[in-house]
């Protein structure tokens, strides 16, 4: 749903994206190597879904945080339930083999996952004031 500038939500997503893919390709392949991922040198029907689900999270993550507004107090308890969430959800990814972890575990995962909501959460921020300050929203 169009809730938020289709800047700022092609900047969220695209940024959710970059920051996966960037993982994905520095600590998910040799000499880290910590797990494997879409790892094939080449796209594959495989892949087009994992690589969508980032900035369709991103949004989602994005949109509730704004449609629900979230303010005070309740930021960093956003944060970590959606922090809870994405490692609940990347189990159940590890469970059906979309993540095969080496020496990975879902508590790092947790760890990656708070610092990019609070991340995405401050970027979001920034973006709007910055949409709103250009008289723009």
């Given at each position: 749903?169009?809730?938020?500038?289709?800047?700022?939500?092609?900047?969220?997503?695209?940024?959710?994206?970059?920051?996966?893919?960037?993982?994905?390709?520095?600590?998910?392949?040799?000499?880290?190597?910590?797990?494997?991922?879409?790892?094939?040198?080449?796209?594959?029907?495989?892949?087009?879904?994992?690589?969508?689900?980032?900035?369709?999270?991103?949004?989602?993550?994005?949109?509730?945080?704004?449609?629900?507004?979230?303010?005070g107090y309740f930021i960093p308890?956003?944060?970590?339930?959606?922090?809870?969430?994405?490692?609940?959800?990347?189990?159940?990814?590890?469970?059906f083999k979309v993540f095969v972890?080496?020496?990975?575990?879902?508590?790092?995962?947790?760890?990656?996952?708070?610092?990019?909501?609070?991340?995405?959460?401050?970027?979001?921020?920034?973006?709007?004031?910055?949409?709103?300050?250009?008289?723009?929203?």
């Open positions: 749903p169009q809730r938020l500038p289709r800047s700022v939500a092609a900047l969220i997503m695209t940024m959710c994206l970059a920051i996966a893919l960037g993982l994905d390709h520095s600590i998910g392949v040799p000499p880290i190597d910590l797990y494997d991922t879409n790892i094939e040198p080449w796209l594959t029907l495989t892949e087009i879904p994992t690589w969508g689900m980032y900035p369709i999270s991103g949004y989602l993550y994005i949109y509730l945080f704004d449609k629900l507004n979230v303010r308890l956003y944060i970590l339930c959606w922090s809870i969430f994405g490692t609940l959800f990347e189990g159940l990814a590890k469970t972890h080496k020496d990975w575990e879902l508590r790092y995962s947790f760890l990656v996952y708070l610092f990019t909501q609070i991340l995405t959460t401050i970027v979001f921020k920034i973006l709007m004031k910055t949409y709103r300050k250009n008289g723009e929203g």
